[in-house]
């Protein structure tokens, strides 16, 4: 066997001493760390050239309670020298008045002088037993345990037993005081020569130079022919690298964009502080409705309130909600406020996002001399039943924040993130709709989707997604979908069906990284930001 350096230092170092060492002995005489020393000495057992024994052995140090009782006596030593100065008797609730311990501690170590035989509670007193002459009893094994321990010590259990204190009736009766000890196990790898390594150094063995990678002078003097390349062993711990990388939550969201710009839509935004016109009112969601309570809008102070699209459009939006105006539909029957459409909140869906895309949509699919005859390029066109224009098809989605007086639990939050969509399409159906968020989150790794029939006030028919979640073993309703009723679409100028939905983003990232709770995406836990894997397999 050619020998490296490192086994030919540990050899002769085993071959010097006369009994097993240590691996931390040993790697102190031949001044190396362990890790390398490990290495070598596990080569040279597999060669038969040395033997290596594990055993086992405690640590012992004193804990947080037990320190203050290294250089002062315990509490029922200290009741003891009370009672041997009181002629041995003392009422139990006097017994504070004449030592200094606390109502609690003596409570707590009437226990400890009936346990030692020292004392005993006979009806209100404490009365001493079996009292030495001078009041003195001996030191009990845990008192000398922590007096060796002092300072701060850790000491192995063995060393101390070799000095003569009784280690396991000491731990016995401190592992009874929460907070006073700390046991370690440990585990010693002791090591020593064989026959076979004795041999092998008389024959004068010597090592040959090792490396791990060939260098430059290594090949240019030759040298590389009388030196060994060190094999890798991928098996070992290595040191783990953590590589900057984005955030868990936000890989989920660019893939969401990901996946919906790859089907083909387009992205849109809108602002965060939203007009009650397009938040409520352009989804033909009625002004006393519960949504637009306090209780779950967040309204905003300033401004105060926010100004209106067109003229034209307003117009439209108030008799959809009226009367129904020219959508076939009998409104609510209601007068309908300027004044609370005006009223700005932040925003609870994203749908107002893709209401306003919609709007955006009928004015462009009107073509250029339409929009021109409206006097500004942000007025939409004055729409008229009788003479509907074909609108161009069309995919729209939006990813972004909305704010709800949501209860919070471990799928709810006040501000969380919605993904929103619409699609334009006079061929469109209810199974395109189904269909679609299928793909989607098939796309996100999510082949089990249900669809349950669902309401919501601005489609019909309607349906809620879910998804099933194997972590917790059950469905969940990641959001709502449907087409657009006419209520909504006509007053924008659309005449061909509109799907739509609203998915919640945070659900969905919790699910795929295999989170409990929506919640933990926004702690700052770096084990789990460290950890958290870049792909699923």
């Known amino acids: 066997m050619a020998l490296t350096e ?26 190396l760390d362990q890790s390398p020393l490990t290495v070598a000495c596990d080569e040279l057992r597999d060669a038969g050239h040395v033997v290596i024994e594990e055993r086992e052995h405690e640590e012992l140090s004193l804990g947080d309670e037990a320190a203050p009782y290294a250089s002062a006596p315990l509490p029922e030593r200290v009741l003891v020298g009370m009672l041997h100065a009181r002629g041995g008797r003392c009422e139990v609730t006097a017994a504070p008045q004449h030592c200094a311990l606390s109502a609690s501690q003596v409570g707590q170590s009437i226990r400890w002088l009936n346990e ?8 209100a007193e404490l009365v001493l037993t079996n009292s030495p002459p001078d009041g003195a009893y001996p030191r009990q094994p845990d008192e000398l345990l922590i ?26 009766l401190l592992s009874k005081r929460r907070g006073f000890l700390n046991v370690k196990p440990r585990k010693d790898r002791l090591i020593a020569i ?53 955030h868990a939550f936000q890989r989920t ?72 105006g020219d959508t076939g539909s009998t409104g609510w029957r209601y007068r309908w406020s300027r004044d609370l459409a005006r009223k700005p909140v932040l925003r609870t869906h994203t749908t107002a996002a893709t209401i306003r895309a919609l709007a955006e949509h009928a004015r462009r699919s009107e073509g250029p001399q339409v929009a021109r005859s409206q006097g500004r390029s942000s007025d939409l066109p004055t729409f008229r039943a009788s003479d509907p224009v074909p609108s161009r098809p069309g995919k729209y989605f939006i990813v972004g924040p909305v704010y709800r007086r949501e209860a919070v ?10 993904v929103d969509g619409i699609i334009v399409d006079r061929q469109a159906s209810l199974s395109t709709l189904l269909g679609t968020l299928a793909a989607f989150y098939g796309k996100m790794g999510f ?36 087409i657009f009723r006419p209520e909504v679409t006509r007053p924008l100028g659309i005449h061909d069906r509109v799907l739509a939905w609203g998915l919640g983003l945070e659900r969905l990232a919790m699910m795929i990284h295999g989170l409990k709770a929506i919640g933990d995406l926004y702690f700052a836990a770096m084990p789990w930001l460290r950890e958290a894997p870049m792909c699923r397999a």
């Open 447 to 482: 082949p089990k989707v249900r669809f349950r029939p669902s309401f919501f006030p601005y489609t019909e028919p309607s349906a809620e997604a879910f998804l099933w979640f194997e972590q917790r073993q059950e469905w969940v309703e990641m959001g709502g979908s449907g």
């Open 194 to 246: 064989t026959e076979s390594g004795r041999a092998l150094l008389a024959s004068g063995a010597r090592a040959r130079p090792t490396v791990t990678q060939l260098t430059p002078e290594l090949l240019s003097d030759g040298s590389w022919r009388q030196t060994d390349l060190r094999p890798y062993d991928v098996t070992l711990a290595a040191q783990r690298l953590y590589p900057g990388k984005e």
């Open 409 to 418: 639990d471990y799928k709810h939050l006040p501000m969380f993130h919605q």
């Open 116 to 123: 030692r035989g020292w004392a005993k509670k006979v009806g």
């Open 253 to 324: 969201l660019d893939k969401v964009r990901r996946v919906f710009l790859e089907m083909g839509f387009t992205e849109i935004v809108s602002p965060w502080v939203e007009s009650s016109f397009w938040d409520f009112d352009a989804l033909f969601q009625p002004q006393d409705h519960p949504a637009r309570d306090m209780q779950d809008t967040f309204y905003v102070a300033r401004p105060s309130e926010t100004r209106l699209p067109a003229e034209a459009l307003v117009e439209r939006v108030k008799a959809a909600h009226e009367d129904g």
């Open 147 to 172: 007096e060796a321990l002092a300072g701060g010590r850790v000491a192995r259990s063995d060393e101390l037993a070799r000095a003569g204190l009784d280690v396991a009736a000491a731990v016995k």
């Open 6 to 31: 490192n086994q030919l230092k540990a050899l002769s170092a085993l071959v010097r001493g006369a009994a097993p060492m240590r691996a931390q002995e040993l790697a102190a005489a031949v001044g």
